[in-house]
């Protein structure tokens, strides 16, 4: 996992309410054998439509992603984060997560920014204003900005999290910290004990 301080650029508006995993990353999607490629599919049905926010050539290069409540919502599927990552996103903003999504989002490297539910509304229709609105993400300090729209506020992440993102450790990375530790632990085991290797 790469480290992410900052996301800084445009974002698009996606306004709409209950977005689940199926929405996200349809599972017809999820019989790839690759983690690549993911980017083709999301909102994939949606995207048929050619009035869907990410057919806007307004919107395009976007790497922030701002929804309505409820984001994530529906089965765990680290497919979901692949593909919005893929896609060029490394931020969602939403003023509620579904859990698992959220925690999907951490281990990975996605940013999930929850913001008030006003902040929320107020973002959407600023960049539905504004396609060039510049939305700043700021791990390290917590906040979200959009100064040209006059928003900015704070996000709640946890200590652990926010080291995970800064110091861009995924589950694997936090366990070498302590590679040490373990070599040592595997060297004074009795010889009699079931062994790895």
Request: proline share 6%; with cysteine.
């Amino acid at each position: 996992m790469e480290p992410v301080e900052i996301v800084s650029g445009t974002a698009v508006p996606l306004r709409r309410a209950d977005v689940d995993t199926d929405q996200i990353i349809p599972s017809d999607w999820l019989k790839r054998v690759e983690r690549t490629g993911f980017d083709k599919g999301l909102f994939s049905e949606w995207r048929d439509n050619r009035d869907f926010v990410l057919n806007d050539d307004r919107f395009e290069g976007a790497v922030v992603l701002v929804a309505g409540p409820n984001f994530g919502t529906g089965s765990s599927r680290e497919h979901a984060v692949w593909a919005i990552q893929q896609y060029g996103f490394g931020a969602v903003v939403s003023p509620r997560f579904a859990d698992i999504f959220r925690n999907n989002c951490t281990k990975n490297g996605l940013v999930p920014v929850q913001v008030p539910a006003q902040v929320g509304e107020a973002l959407l229709t600023a960049i539905e204003a504004d396609p060039e609105l510049v939305v700043t993400i700021d791990v390290a300090n917590l906040t979200l900005d959009a100064p040209d729209a006059g928003i900015t506020c704070g996000f709640p992440l946890d200590a652990a999290t926010q080291e995970r993102f800064l110091m861009g450790l995924d589950d694997i990375g936090i366990s070498l910290r302590h590679e040490a530790a373990i070599a040592g632990y595997e060297a004074d085991r009795s010889a009699w004990m079931p062994t790895t290797s």
